[in-house]
């Protein structure tokens, strides 16, 4: 945190009371684990509780500190925008007199250190309160008051006069520029042949005014409510994406709609149409009757058979083979994972969200493109370097499919904490050991093809390889699932990344930041 070194680590004399949001454990001189804690003059924790670092990672919380003077009552709360998960403890509080451990005058601020780790600590605003009452210095002359309240009249009228005027000028350009931002959206978005638009009040109607009865899901970037469109009898999907800075939320609306209008395909979640009125930003898909893969995966809504998860895994590899090579132009999804995976009334995979894809020219080498996805299926060339390739899809694919045998998510660590390994370290292991059919999802028992479970595990351990180098192309991949190549002769051991940088993103201890937008589910 940078607030101590190794002489004052256990000191009871530096007069610090502090709120720590510590993502690595140390068992040597503190808790051994990632954890939230009110902290009295010492690293060692006051009073602390679990934090799940590898959840909650890339998304923005608000935290409250208070303190009761008369009760002595030092508590601390804090909430996630979109992650927060009800049976987590997300409150402390400690009976501290502050008196007796700070000095008279004190500073308030902020301090955080990574050590040799890869992560990124954003302060996105704060504020403080007082109820300590300030009394002002009396005026002794009444005829400055006078003169001064004379003053505060006349000139006040004036002031109210010119505020006014501004603000009526202010909104009446504000709306014209809203209007020409419309109008020139319209015109962007018609010239793409496909989805056509909605207006706001029929998708009010459908969602029955976004109520959460109607809701299907929330993540990062916004909500989906299940709605029925009465002038088409039509069932649909429609997501309300959240507002953040008006720049970021325009321009991941005009992505999805430019680039999944002009793509069609069977494995991908077709957009129907669009709605930008009264402030929002609206987009309307195809309904998926039985909702999101990670839903079967991990919450068991519906258990998936051996053969469905087979078949999902090659409708996923179909779609993302036609986003890098079908298309006129290179299409790089840059989030793939369970929950942006939809599944049709036939349990097929439909691959959806493309809030964060981009195209990429063909004759171009990779550019700079900022980091965005969702921390955990971020290959970690792409961390590193910030650019997305063809290959940091296929290493969120290779992820994808590891899950869909498992049973479990990528970004949770198995094992204890203090020896915890990924998903992908622990089916290497197994791959080590010649024990690859152990990894299979306990729910399947012994229904499963045991050929085509060494095959997808062995394939997603080729697309998860640390060295981009070293993965195959999703045609390769697909080649393989289809048995139409041999399957791949894999070091017994897994690779380790180059450099320190370039490690994978996903630790229970090691979030990894990004400035860009991604988050963590949607």
Request: overall charge neutral; proline content about 4%; some cysteine.
């Amino acid at each position: 945190m940078g607030l101590y070194n190794i002489t004052n680590i256990f000191s009871h004399e530096s007069q610090m009371v502090h709120i720590e949001f510590d993502s690595y454990g140390n068992r040597e001189w503190e808790v051994p684990y990632p954890h939230v804690s009110i902290n009295n003059n010492s690293l060692q924790s006051a009073t602390f509780t679990r934090w799940n670092t590898s959840l909650h990672s890339g998304d923005p919380a608000d935290v409250w500190i208070t303190y009761n003077a008369t009760t002595k009552n030092l508590s601390l709360s804090w909430k996630y925008q979109t992650t927060s998960l009800p049976q987590e403890n997300t409150s402390l509080s400690l009976i501290i007199d502050l008196t007796t451990v700070l000095p008279e005058w004190i500073v308030i601020g902020f301090s955080a250190s990574t050590n040799n780790r890869v992560e990124r600590h954003v302060l996105q605003s704060w504020k403080f309160n007082s109820t300590l009452e300030m009394h002002a210095e009396k005026e002794s002359n009444s005829n400055k008051i006078k003169l001064t309240a004379a003053l505060a009249v006349s000139g006040g009228f004036l002031l109210t006069a010119m505020v006014a005027f501004l603000i009526f000028w202010i909104r009446k350009k504000k709306e014209k520029t809203e209007k020409m931002n419309l109008i020139s959206m319209n015109d962007e978005i018609e010239s793409v042949a496909g989805p056509r638009s909605y207006s706001y009040q029929d998708l009010v109607l459908a969602t029955r005014n976004f109520s959460n009865e109607r809701k299907l899901g929330q993540g990062g970037f916004g909500a989906v409510y299940k709605g029925y469109l009465t002038h088409f009898v039509m069932t649909v999907a429609v997501k309300k994406i959240t507002k953040r800075s008006n720049k970021d939320v325009k321009k991941e609306y005009m992505t999805e709609v430019k680039i999944i209008s002009q793509l069609r395909h069977r494995n991908l979640v077709p957009i129907l149409g669009w709605c930008h009125d009264k402030g929002e930003f609206l987009l309307v898909y195809e309904f998926m009757p039985n909702g999101s893969l990670d839903s079967h995966l991990f919450k068991k809504k519906i258990p998936l058979t051996w053969t469905a998860r087979y078949r999902i895994a090659l409708g996923l590899a179909s779609a993302l083979l036609y986003l890098h090579e079908g298309s006129e132009k290179c299409v790089l999804h840059r989030d793939i994972k369970s929950s942006n995976i939809m599944l049709d009334s036939s349990m097929n995979a439909k691959l959806g969200d493309f809030g964060l894809a981009l195209f990429m020219e063909p004759d171009l080498g990779p550019e700079s493109t900022g980091l965005a996805g969702t921390n955990g299926y971020m290959a970690p060339e792409y961390i590193s370097t910030r650019r997305a390739t063809m290959e940091s899809d296929v290493y969120s694919f290779g992820l994808v499919a590891l899950e869909i045998v498992t049973g479990r998510m990528a970004v949770d660590p198995i094992g204890e904490e203090d020896e915890a390994i990924t998903l992908v370290k622990w089916i290497w292991d197994l791959y080590e050991k010649e024990e690859l059919s152990t990894a299979v999802d306990e729910i399947l028992a012994d229904n499963f093809d045991e050929t085509q479970v060494k095959c997808l595990l062995i394939v997603g351990l080729w697309c998860a390889h640390p060295a981009s180098n070293k993965r195959p192309s999703i045609r390769q991949a697909i080649q393989v699932l289809n048995f139409e190549a041999e399957l791949p002769k894999l070091p017994t051991r897994m690779a380790v990344p180059e450099s320190d940088a370039a490690r994978p993103s996903f630790s229970f201890g090691e979030p990894v930041m990004s400035h860009s937008s991604f988050g963590v589910g949607r």
